[in-house]
DNA sequence: CATGAATGAGTCTTCATTCAT
DNA sequence: TATGAATGAAGACTCATTCAT
């Protein structure tokens, strides 16, 4: 039981300290300490610094993505998908609060170089909401107006203003299910169709 | 006039060379470059590096506040107002790209020690959502089980994610206005009250 | 008098560094101190650590090619030439001996993308001899059937080996000048041809 | 016989990537994968990188010494060992072109401190051409005004830096038989003592 | 006020060497 | 003996900041 694998070890330790300081202020020498090997062991496992984030970002938001597949694919309907989604975003969020803030920063200001690689994951997650979007639209429910591409960037901006607040505040007035409910509902109810309005079960 | 003040011209530099390279990777010799004057010429203006941004935040979001305060002050009805909000973000984002760029991700990024000084001004422009959040409720045009704070990070998130999007991709799919009046429209009539749905003058 | 140009200042600090050390055993920040510069003041310099053996080559060889070009046109015979570039070399050697060093080291051990650049001052040394072998040649002192090419190397190559010995011995057993005189002698004879043998006034 | 010494393999090894790379530029976990060993089953049969070259050195210089040895007592007279010793040195070294490169270069480049080590066997070798010298003054064949300790350098310098140029250059303008005809012949006839001159068979 | 050459603290990264298996 | 993952000391280089002019 040799310990743990040691790729994991060093990803985990560098999403804690990259939470603490930001990239650029996080030390490798600090991560090596939190992950309890030697500097020279990082380099066996990422050919350099920008090679950690790049890992990380592949590696823990794939599975969010995933994750947020399956979550969404558990409801039958366009919008309880959105809800889903937000619910599931937010308790994400909340339950690894440092990956999340990794997340929400980097995927904004790491370098252009990084931003190729940082972006792809990325946006396979955004395109999420969009197939929701279309598939709502398709079946009637969503307005037929909206650009699915600026809806999907409203949906997850609205969310990820509201996580960032989450994760950076410590007060944490609002609970974070509250708030997932509150931006799913205005969400739904912005973007319902005129007859879906007439139909739709209510509550949203 | 030649001699513009040089406080102005750092800063007009640093915004500049900030969008291009981001804080980190933006040398402050790059700065006095661009701004003509000498590296040290930028340490009788400025503390140190992190205080042009923080002067940067605080000068210019400062406008950007007052500029918003005014123009949304032009409606008179809270949507309204919500509407002229997304409109006028999305068009100073059009309009001041480099400086729109460096307020959306050094708003995130900047180390724990800046942010405080970063966020004052920032707090300050979302709480003009909130306040016509709350306006809108008391006219009984906003649905009052929302909640301002929760719902003034959403419009804010929404917006900053699509001009985010808008900066940095050079394709510009879809045009600014277009999703300022998407998004606003989607917000209008998913915080919209029972009531003023019924009476409320199309199209929101 | 602002103090010697710091350029010079820190090629002669490397020669001195590079003659006790080598290349590869020496340390950036030793030349710095030796130069009596910060650190950092050696990259206003230079590009790298390589770049000030490269500029330390082109510069100070340069000079030494100059030097020894008007030294054998003091000369008007090919073979008394000769004799001169013998007496010069080694004469240079005793008096910088740590120049000497650098050269005689680097030129053979530095790695094969800085030869590219090392090569050059030197094979412009080389191709001293080879004129001057020529031009002997061409006057009827010299065998024709010794190829310049190689008597280039031959000349050169022991007078470097000599000096060689002399720079790194403390014992210095022969004077060097005794050797440059024996070492001429005999390529003065080895290569005089046989015509030249009989008129050539002795001694060589 | 699969199972070679395995000691000779890393020597055979670190032949090959010290005269690619240097000695200093040659990694230690280079020479393992070209001796199909382990990393650290280097250090079984080696104290460090320095004894790897130290190694090398005294075993395949100390062969070299003999060989020659042998060659040069083939003939009698010592103007033929002197053109024997031509010969046979740079068949070396175009037989043996990585070794020859390896010794070429780090006799010059190395420390201080390997320098000691070094150096014996290539002493004894440089003391081989002594001998002869010494032979042949005593024969009568050679001047008795040189110094056998200035001429073992002259030889062997001139024949080293045309191997240099052989090894290095791959043009291989001259070929390695020619240069030593050339070369030897000079030596001999700048050798030579007047009285031989008169009485040696021709040609040289 | 302005300059820009000089500083040197701070960091990533490499690689010879070790040692548990 | 042999392995090769792990170590950590060491060094090149960068760049924010200073200060003599």
Redesign the pocket.
């Known amino acids: 039981m040799k310990e743990e694998n040691?790729h994991q070890k060093i990803i985990k330790a560098a999403v804690k300290v990259f939470a603490e300081k930001g990239f650029y202020n996080?030390?490798?020498?600090e991560i090596a300490k939190e992950a309890n090997?030697?500097?020279?062991?990082?380099?066996?496992y990422f050919k350099?610094?920008?090679d950690i984030l790049i890992s990380l970002f592949e590696e823990e938001f794939g599975k969010l993505v995933e994750n947020m597949r399956k979550e969404i694919n558990k409801e039958k309907d366009a919008l309880q998908k959105i809800k889903r989604f937000a619910v599931s975003h937010l308790s994400f969020v909340a339950k690894q609060q440092q990956l999340a803030e990794v997340f929400g920063v980097e995927v904004r200001q790491s370098s252009k170089f990084m931003k190729e690689y940082i972006n792809k994951p990325f946006i396979e997650y955004l395109n999420l909401i969009r197939s929701v979007i279309i598939e709502g639209q398709e079946a009637g429910l969503i307005r037929k107006d909206l650009t699915p591409g600026i809806m999907k960037r409203a949906v997850f901006g609205a969310l990820d203003e509201m996580s960032r607040y989450w994760v950076l505040s410590s007060k944490k007035k609002h609970s974070v299910d509250e708030a997932a409910l509150q931006i799913s509902d205005v969400f739904i109810w912005g973007m319902m169709s005129e007859e879906a309005r007439k139909n739709y079960p209510w509550p949203a």
């Open positions: 040691k996080a030390r490798v020498s090997v030697a500097d020279g062991t990082i380099y066996l350099n610094k920008d």
